[in-house]
Nanobody, 129 residues
């Protein structure tokens, strides 16, 4: 099993910034390593949607079109932590943000919930207008 714990959510005004963190742990992670980590979000009344992903060893990244140029995903391999730096936030960015991990390192096809093996509990991000 892999445990993922998110932090860093909160309330921010439109145009502001937040940084989310997600730390991974667990025996499976220690044995098999990590392939990739990512972020999804779910707004009230909507389905969970892909935000960004990063390959663990190579550091390649991919983003949803809606956040390109505003959000940056990064990782610290020593701390086993992935970050999501969110700038120029908009009210439509509001939602619960979930961290996810997968065994495969490829991030070519990662935009479905079914592409990921483990999930965190989520952290609320609210952007006021």
């Amino acid at each position: 099993q892999v445990q993922l714990v998110e932090s860093g959510g909160g309330l921010v005004q439109a145009g502001g910034s937040l940084r989310l963190s997600c730390t991974a742990s667990g025996r499976t992670f220690s044995i098999y390593g990590m392939g990739a980590m990512g972020w999804f979000r779910q707004a009230p009344g909507k389905e969970r949607e892909f935000v960004a992903a990063i390959s663990w060893s190579g550091g390649s990244t991919t983003y949803a079109d809606s956040v390109k140029g505003r959000f940056t995903i990064s990782r610290d391999q020593v701390k086993k932590t992935v970050y999501l730096q969110m700038n120029s936030l908009k009210p439509e960015d509001t939602g619960v943000y979930y961290c996810a991990s997968r065994y495969s390192e490829t991030i070519l096809v990662v935009r479905s919930n079914h592409d990921w093996n483990y999930w965190g509990q989520g952290t609320q991000v609210t952007v006021s207008s």
